[in-house]
Nanobody
Framework: QVQLVESGGGLVQPGGSLRLSCAVS????????MTWYRQAPGKQREWVAT???????HYADSVKGRFTISRDNAKNTEYLQMNSLKPEDTAVYYC????????????WGQGTRVTVSA
C-alpha cells in the first residue's frame, strides 16, 4: 500500500554533505512517523533516524549531531540532511513509515546509495 521512492544519494568525499529525499504515497503522510534506515555492505539494516508527526526526532548515536531528519507535509516528502559524512556512512539508505518498518514482512523501496570515499 505504501510507496516509497528514495533519491539524492551519490558519491561524496569525507566531510561532505548530501540531502536524501523520500517521496511517500499510498498513506496519509502527515499522520505517520517516518524513519530512515541504512544497510552497509556486509552488515545488517541499521536504524538511522525517526521523525514523529509532531516533529519530535530521534537519531542513532552514530549519526547524532551530523544528520537531520525533516519533512514537508505539502510535498509528502521526508528528508535526511547528512553533513560531515564519514566513510562509515557508506550504505544504501531506505525510508519507510515507522509502522511498516516494524513489520517483519515490511516492504522497502529501492533505496538510494551513499558512498563516502576520497
Amino acid at each position: 500500500q505504501v510507496q516509497l521512492v528514495e533519491s539524492g544519494g551519490g558519491l561524496v568525499q569525507p566531510g561532505g554533505s548530501l540531502r536524501l529525499s523520500c517521496a511517500v504515497s499510498g498513506t496519509l503522510f502527515r499522520v505517520n512517523a517516518m524513519t530512515w534506515y541504512r544497510q552497509a555492505p556486509g552488515k545488517q539494516r541499521e536504524w538511522v533516524a525517526t521523525e514523529r508527526p509532531d516533529g519530535i526526532t530521534h537519531y542513532a548515536d552514530s549519526v547524532k549531531g551530523r544528520f537531520t531528519i525533516s519533512r514537508d507535509n505539502a510535498k509528502n516528502t521526508e528528508y535526511l540532511q547528512m553533513n560531515s559524512l564519514k566513510p562509515e556512512d557508506t550504505a544504501v539508505y531506505y525510508c519507510n513509515t515507522l509502522r511498516e518498518a516494524s513489520n517483519s514482512n515490511a516492504n522497502w523501496g529501492q533505496g538510494t546509495r551513499v558512498t563516502v570515499s576520497a
